[in-house]
Every structure is written in C-alpha cells, then in structure tokens.
T-cell receptor, first 113, second 115 residues
Framework: NAGVTQTPKFRVLKTGQSMTLLCAQDMNHEYMYWYRQDPGMGLRLIHYSVGEGTTAKGEVPDGYNVSRLKKQNFLLGLESAAPSQTSVYFCASRLIRGYTEAFFGQGTRLTVV | DQQVKQNSPSLSVQEGRISILNCDYT??????FLWYKKYPAEGPTFLISISSIKDKNEDGRFTVFLNKSAKHLSLHIVPSQPGDSAVYFC??????????????FGGGTRLMVKP
C-alpha cells in the first residue's frame, strides 16, 4: 500500500522554466491538497481539490496551477518558475470531509536558480 | 495573520522526561486539531488528534490537551525518547463547516531529546 506518492523527489529549475509535480494516492480519497513548506512558516496551502474535476485556491496560489483529471492524481504546475518558489512541496489526501487526518507524501524539494 | 501559532521554534529535553509542545489558535471555527511529526526528508505523519467536544485525548505516550476558552492546545510526550526528536506541527480544521476541509498549520517546533 503506497499511500501518497510524489514525483519527482528533487528538482532544480532555472528561472522561467516550467515543470509539473505529480501526486498519486491509492486510498480512494476525495480530498487532495498541495502545500509548500518554508522555514519557520509551517505548511501553507497552495491549491486543493474536493473531487475529480474540481480545484480551488488556497492561501498562496499565485504562480501555480493545478488539475485533477483523475480522482487518484493531483498535478501542480509552475508555468514560469521564480526563485521565490524554492521550497519543499507536499501533497496530501483526506478521505472525507470532517474529523479525519490527512496523509502526506514524502515531499518534493524544488530549487529555482 | 497566522491562525495557528507555535511560539517555540525549538525545545530540548532529557530522555525520560516530559516534553510539552504548545499551540495557540485564533479562529473560533476550528473544531478539530491534529499533531503531526516530521523527520528530515520525509513527509509529515499523523500523531494524534482531538475534537472540540473533548479536552483530552491519550494514545500511549502521547496526550493532547485542549483548552477552548484559551484557544490553546498542548502535546505531552511522556517519557520522551531520542526517537521522538523531530519537528512537530500543530494543525487545525473547521471540520464540517469548511468546504475544502483543509488543515491550517503552525510553524512547527523542533524537539530534541538528549540521551
């Protein structure tokens, strides 16, 4: 049982390049999230999805886009990477609305130079 | 404005003693609180949770206390072990009232347990 899997684990981009981070979950969870972790700031929500075909903005959505074409996958795109997007990105999923925990992937460390 | 705050960036305790990690929140709509543990180069893993209808929840060495009037929760680890050394995140959600059911996180506290 893999849980939540993120691809890739590490990436270095040049300013202006684009890339897509993939998140896959095998738990049949409805809710999926993308967070970024920066020192001293905890995890901040970028975008989220409450089901296949739906997406919504979180706390820090600027510079990112997302898509959820299949229930098990949630993609995070950076169209034109900036040094301020250097961070560790975590994907998470949650079964249902209410009082349940979220499960996290292992993270993607992205450096934009 | 941070809705969930962990005011202690780090905490050092001796093995076998109690570790107390604190968390404050401002949003009165939060009704479900969680603690996550994170090791370097890994994703956060769920540790323990508490709903707002309770004031205490215990799971082995871990106990979470909730003081709703003070909008404060704490995680107690007794006894502390070197393997508990990690970053601990407090998180909160508005449960059924929040359309996205997202978790709002504090900044984290790095716990170091000395042998």
């Amino acid at each position: 049982n893999a849980g939540v899997t993120q691809t890739p684990k590490f990436r270095v981009l040049k300013t202006g390049q684009s890339m897509t981070l993939l998140c896959a979950q095998d738990m049949n969870h409805e809710y999926m999230y993308w967070y970024r972790q920066d020192p001293g700031m905890g995890l901040r929500l970028i975008h989220y999805s409450v089901g296949e075909g739906t997406t919504a903005k979180g706390e820090v959505p600027d510079g990112y886009n997302v898509s959820r074409l299949k229930k098990q996958n949630f993609l995070l795109g950076l169209e034109s990477a900036a040094p301020s997007q250097t961070s560790v990105y975590f994907c998470a999923s949650r079964l249902i609305r209410g009082y349940t925990e979220a499960f996290f992937g292992q993270g993607t460390r992205l450096t934009v130079v | 404005d941070q809705q969930v705050k962990q005011n202690s960036p780090s905490l050092s305790v001796q093995e076998g003693r109690i570790s107390i990690l604190n968390c404050d929140y401002t949003n009165s709509m939060f009704d479900y609180f969680l603690w996550y543990k994170k090791y370097p180069a890994e994703g956060p893993t769920f540790l323990i949770s508490i709903s707002s209808i309770k004031d205490k929840n215990e799971d082995g060495r871990f106990t979470v206390f909730l003081n709703k009037s003070a909008k404060h929760l704490s995680l107690h680890i007794v006894p502390s072990q070197p393997g508990d050394s990690a970053v601990y995140f407090c998180a909160a959600s508005a449960g059924l009232t929040n359309a996205g059911n997202m978790l709002t996180f504090g900044g984290g506290t790095r716990l170091m347990v000395k042998p």
